[in-house]
C-alpha cells in the first residue's frame, strides 16, 4: 500500500470531518418539524443523512463527463480544451491532472457514510420504530453507490469502511484497507453491511422526509437514496455472478416499480400532407424526451438534485458547460426569494464534447417500423430516418454565426417539436431548456442490465424480449402439461365416480357431483383402464408451448427449452406474478406495450415489425463479430449474414455465439436509450468481462468512434485501438507519490 501514501494523507486534510450535528445551508436542508419533540440525536442524524446528499452533488456531473468522454459515442470538436482530449484520447490522467479528477471528493462521501455508520444508534425507537434503521441501510446503499463509481473510474482503490478523524486512523487505513476492484467489491460491500442494509430496505423502505424545493421543482427525497438492490445488483454484475445480479434487479422491480411500461415515453411519426394526400412522414422524438424533461420517479428512479439558482444551492452546470451550453441563474421576480431558474443557450465555443459518426450512424441505421389497421387489414411500413432518439438526443443546433452541428442536449432538452428526421430546421440557439436533476439510475437503464444478466445465464430470447415486446404475462407463451396416453375405448363410469374416454380433454364434467375435472389437476392413477391397459409414464405431464396471447403475437420467438428452464428461476417468473399482467395487450391497440426499442423505433412488437427481430437480429451481430475477427468487408459481412438465417429462423445452434449477439444487441440499445448520460463506458468494460475476447472487443468498439456502423469491420483507429489493448489505459490513475 506505500504507493497510496500520498493519496492517504490527502485524505487526511479532506476527510476529516464530523458529521453528527452539522448543518446544511440551501435546499437540502430537512425541514425538522417531524422531528421537533423528539430525540436530538434523531435530528443530528437525519442532518448528517442530508449532509451525504449534499456531498453527491459535488460527484454526480463529474461521474456522468468522466465516464462520457471515454464512450464510443463522443468526438471532439474545435473548443475542446486540453484537458478535456486528454480524458477522450486516454492519455495518462493521474488525479488531480484537472478539476474533474479529484477521487478525495468521492471519498469524503464513503468517509461522510462510514462516520454515519459508525455512529448511528439503530436500537433508538419511539412508539416501538426503530427510527434510525431506514437512514443506516440509505447511507449503506449510498457507500456502495461511490465505490461502484470509484471502481468503474479507477480499476482498483482502497476500501475504507472506518471513519478517518487523524493521520493515526489514516495510516490505520493504510496497513489494513484491501482494494476494491470489479471481482470483489460486491463480497467487500456485503461484508460490510450491504446486504443487511437490503433486508432493512425491504422491510421499512427508504427514508422519507418532506419534500425538496430548488426553486424551480419540488423532488421527493425518497428519489435521493439509492434501493440497496441497485447498488447489489450492479456490483453482482461487475462480478460476472448474474444469477444474483438478475434476483435483485427483479426484486427491485417488484418492490418499486413492477411492468416494464415503456409507452409512456416514445418517438412518433407525423403525416406531411400535400392537399389533403400523405406524401411522407416526420419522426419526432418531444414524447420520448419528456423522459428528461420531467421528473416522473418511474423513469427517473433516483437523482442528485441541483438548485435553480445559488440562492436555493449548488447549481450544477458543468455537464450543460462541457456539451456545449452557456448558463445563466436569476431568482424570480423582484422580491420573490421561493422561486428561480436557469437559462441555458447552445453556444459553440462551450461544445467541448460532440456525437461521434458512430453514435449517428448507430441510429441511422436503424429501421422505424409503423404500423397501422386500413380497413381492418395490416399495414406495416418502414419508415426513413432510422431511430427518433437521434433527434431528441443529438438534434442540429443552428448557432448565432450560422455554423450548424450535432449538439448533446439529454441535459437541456430541445424545446421545437419540428425538429425531426425530415425537418429543414435546425433549433436555434435557445430553443433548449434546463435540467436540473442528474439521473443516477434510469427505469430503462436497470431493465437493460436485467436483460444483460439473465441473457448471461443462459436465456437470450428472453433478453431479447426485453428490446423488444417488455416482459409481461400476455407477451410470454404459456407451459401446458399434457397427457398423452391412449384411453379405453369406450366411455365408462368407474366405481369411484370417474368418466373415462378415450383421451383426456383438457376438462370434464363428474357426473357423480357436477365438479369440473383437469388433467392439470387430477393425478393420473384416480383414472381406471380397460381390458389391463398400462399408461405410460412418460408420456405423462407432457409439455408444450401456447402461443403468446398479445394482440402483436407477443415473444413467439422463446422456445420450450427456455420457457422450462425459466421455471427453475423465481426471478423469471413473469407469467404467475400478476404484477405483469397487462389486459390491454389482448384487445388495445399494438402500441399500448412494447420493450424498449419501441422507444426509438416505433411498433417494434411480436410480429408487427418483420425486421426487427430475434432471427435476423442475431444473425446481424453474429456476422459483425465474424467480420470484426476476420477483417471482412461490409459488403461481405452482409452476405454471410445472409447464411445465418433462413426469413425469420435462425439457423444457428452455437448457443455462445448466441448469447453473444443478444449481448452486443443490449449493447446497441444501450447506447440508442442511455447516450452521454454517464453510463456507457462503465458498461462497456463490465460487458468486456463477460466475453471470451472482450479485450479486443472494446479496443474495438472505442476505436471506431469516427467511422460508420456500415464501414469495413478492419477501419478502426489503430493507435486508439492499440492503446486500448493494454487493461491499465482503461482508468485514470490514483495518486502516487
Not at 425507537?125 to 447511507?139: H, L, P, T
Not at 458547460?321 to 453556444?347: C, K, L, P, W
Request: with cysteine.
Amino acid at each position: 500500500m506505500n504507493k497510496n501514501k500520498s493519496f492517504i494523507t490527502l485524505l487526511v486534510c479532506i476527510l476529516s470531518l464530523t458529521l453528527l450535528g452539522s448543518s446544511c445551508s440551501d435546499m437540502l436542508e430537512p425541514k425538522m418539524d417531524r422531528y421537533a419533540q423528539e430525540n436530538s440525536y434523531v435530528k443530528d442524524s437525519v442532518y448528517s443523512a442530508f449532509g451525504i446528499l449534499k456531498s453527491i452533488q459535488s460527484v454526480a456531473e463529474r461521474s456522468v463527463i468522466l465516464d462520457a468522454s471515454r464512450s464510443d459515442l463522443v468526438a471532439s470538436g474545435t473548443y475542446t480544451t486540453d484537458s478535456i482530449m486528454q480524458l477522450i484520447d486516454f492519455s495518462e490522467t493521474e488525479d488531480g491532472s484537472c478539476k474533474l479528477l479529484n477521487v478525495a471528493d468521492f471519498y469524503h462521501i464513503i468517509n461522510s457514510c462510514n462516520y454515519y455508520i459508525a455512529n448511528v444508534d439503530t436500537v433508538f425507537s419511539k412508539n416501538g420504530y426503530a427510527e434510525m434503521k431506514r437512514e443506516y441501510a440509505a447511507v449503506q446503499a449510498i457507500r456502495g453507490w461511490a465505490y461502484l463509481q470509484l471502481v468503474r473510474l479507477y480499476g482498483t482503490v482502497p476500501f475504507i469502511t472506518k471513519p478517518i478523524r487523524s493521520t493515526s486512523d489514516a495510516n490505520e487505513q493504510e496497513k489494513s484497507a484491501p482494494s476494491a476492484n470489479a471481482e470483489n467489491v460486491a463480497d467487500l460491500l456485503i461484508d460490510a453491511g450491504l446486504l443487511d442494509a437490503y433486508t432493512i430496505q425491504r422491510s421499512l423502505g427508504l427514508p422519507n422526509y418532506s419534500n425538496i424545493n430548488n426553486g424551480a421543482s419540488t423532488y421527493a427525497t425518497t428519489q435521493c437514496f439509492f434501493p440497496a438492490q441497485l447498488i447489489l445488483g450492479d456490483a453482482y454484475l461487475m462480478q460476472n455472478k448474474y444469477d444474483k445480479a438478475a434476483e435483485m434487479y427483479y426484486d427491485y422491480f417488484d418492490r418499486y416499480y413492477s411492468a416494464n411500461n415503456n409507452n409512456t415515453y416514445y418517438s412518433d411519426v407525423n403525416a406531411m400532407r400535400t392537399q389533403g394526400v400523405i406524401t411522407g412522414y416526420n419522426i419526432v422524438a418531444t414524447q420520448w424526451m419528456n423522459a428528461f424533461r420531467n421528473n416522473a420517479r418511474s423513469e427517473k428512479v433516483v437523482v442528485s438534485v441541483g438548485a435553480a439558482n445559488s440562492f436555493f444551492g449548488q447549481v450544477m452546470t458543468d455537464v450543460h458547460h462541457i456539451y456545449g451550453f452557456s448558463t445563466s441563474s436569476r431568482q424570480g421576480g423582484s422580491g420573490d426569494e421561493t422561486s428561480g431558474s436557469t437559462s441555458v443557450t447552445a453556444s459553440e465555443e462551450y461544445q467541448q464534447i460532440l456525437p461521434s459518426q458512430q453514435y449517428i450512424s448507430l441510429n441511422q441505421n436503424q429501421k422505424f417500423n409503423r404500423y397501422e389497421y386500413d380497413n381492418e387489414v395490416m399495414v406495416r411500413e418502414t419508415i426513413e430516418g432510422g431511430d427518433g432518439r437521434l433527434y431528441a438526443t443529438a438534434p442540429t443546433v443552428e448557432f448565432r454565426n450560422g455554423n450548424q452541428t450535432r449538439i448533446i442536449d439529454k441535459f437541456t432538452p430541445v424545446q421545437n417539436s419540428a425538429i425531426s428526421s425530415l425537418n429543414t430546421v435546425h433549433a436555434s440557439p435557445n430553443n433548449f431548456s434546463m435540467v436540473y436533476e442528474i439521473p443516477l439510475y434510469r427505469n430503462p437503464q436497470i431493465w437493460l442490465r436485467y436483460a444483460e444478466a439473465i441473457n448471461r445465464m443462459g436465456f437470450p430470447q428472453l433478453a431479447f424480449g426485453v428490446l423488444k415486446d417488455g416482459l409481461y404475462n400476455q407477451n410470454l407463451p404459456t407451459v401446458r402439461r399434457s397427457d398423452l396416453n391412449y384411453y379405453a375405448l369406450d366411455s365408462t363410469r368407474d366405481t369411484i365416480g370417474i368418466v373415462v374416454f378415450d383421451t383426456i380433454p383438457v376438462t370434464s364434467i363428474d357426473p357423480a357431483t357436477g365438479d369440473t375435472l383437469s388433467y392439470d389437476s387430477i393425478a393420473w392413477n384416480l383414472y381406471r383402464y380397460a381390458d389391463g391397459y398400462t399408461p405410460d409414464s412418460s408420456k405423462m405431464n407432457v409439455p408444450s408451448l401456447v402461443a403468446p396471447i398479445a394482440l402483436s403475437g407477443g415473444m413467439y420467438y422463446v422456445t420450450l427449452d427456455e420457457m422450462l428452464r425459466a421455471e427453475n428461476y423465481s426471478f423469471l417468473d413473469f407469467k404467475k406474478n400478476t404484477a405483469y399482467n397487462v389486459a390491454g395487450l389482448t384487445n388495445s391497440t399494438p402500441a399500448s406495450r412494447y420493450g424498449i426499442h419501441g422507444r426509438g423505433c416505433g411498433v417494434v412488437a411480436g410480429k408487427y415489425d418483420t425486421i426487427y427481430t430475434y432471427a435476423k437480429m442475431v444473425a446481424k451481430k453474429i456476422a459483425e463479430n465474424y467480420a470484426r475477427e476476420n477483417n471482412l468487408s461490409y459488403a461481405d459481412q452482409l452476405a454471410y449474414e445472409e447464411t445465418l438465417h433462413s426469413g425469420d429462423t435462425l439457423l444457428v445452434t452455437d448457443k455462445d455465439l448466441i448469447i453473444n449477439a443478444v449481448e452486443d444487441l443490449i449493447v446497441d440499445e444501450g447506447a440508442l436509450e442511455t447516450a452521454f448520460e454517464g453510463y456507457r463506458f462503465g458498461d462497456l468494460m463490465r460487458i468486456a468481462s463477460h466475453k471470451d475476447n472482450g479485450v479486443q472487443w472494446l479496443a474495438w468498439k472505442i476505436a471506431r468512434r469516427d467511422y460508420n456502423v456500415t464501414d469495413d469491420a478492419q477501419q478502426k483507429d489503430e493507435a486508439l485501438y492499440s492503446k486500448l489493448l493494454n487493461k491499465n489505459n482503461w482508468f485514470y490513475t490514483l495518486p502516487k507519490k
